[in-house]
């Protein structure tokens, strides 16, 4: 049974600064995991429900779950405006804010990894337009639900810290005997 000191740290347990931040980098990738899972493989938002379609965002027509063009695009009936090839049918009956794949790529863990923070976000040009999309569909961020999804995998990633800590400490005090 281990012992818990005041800061509820384990007694004998040396956390380095690298370690920490090694840590966080890991918590940065589980956050920025669930906000690709949430937005793009599940279609839903900042607050649990699907993503606005077309038609209630706007009065023009609509095909599908997209705009008139968009939609067709996506369905594989029209080519991409300036696209010399087609991209191929994709389902238009949700959004899912996936069209090239970029934007879900270029959410990523950025430099600012601290012993005790991280910072999550849009690397490159998709940062130019993200802004855009998330004012008419929020996706920023993770969710209520998707946070308690975090909380219980960085609970396992501690844990898991904790187990291989424990497994060379028994295999340096072997190595002593």
Do not use: C
Not at 47 to 74: C, E, I
Request: aromatic fraction near 6%.
């Amino acid at each position: 049974m281990t012992k818990k000191t005041r800061a509820g740290r384990r007694r004998g347990m040396l956390l380095t600064k690298a370690k920490l931040k090694m840590f966080m980098g890991e918590v940065g990738s589980i956050v920025a995991t669930t906000i690709k899972a949430q937005t793009f493989d599940q279609g839903k938002g900042l607050d649990d429900r699907p993503h606005k379609r077309h038609s209630q965002l706007s009065d023009k027509k609509s095909f599908g779950a997209y705009s008139y063009t968009w939609g067709r695009v996506r369905a594989g009936l029209a080519k991409h405006p300036g696209s010399k090839t087609n991209r191929g049918v994709r389902d238009t009956s949700k959004v899912t804010l996936e069209y090239t794949g970029s934007l879900r790529r270029q959410i990523q863990v950025l430099s600012g990894i601290t012993t005790s923070s991280v910072t999550v976000g849009i690397i490159g040009n998709a940062g130019n337009y993200a802004g855009f999309v998330h004012k008419l569909r929020p996706f920023l961020g993770v969710s209520k639900k998707g946070w308690k999804l975090v909380e219980i995998q960085v609970h396992d990633l501690f844990a898991l810290m904790v187990k291989q800590h424990d497994a060379s400490k028994a295999i340096r005090r072997a190595k002593k005997k």
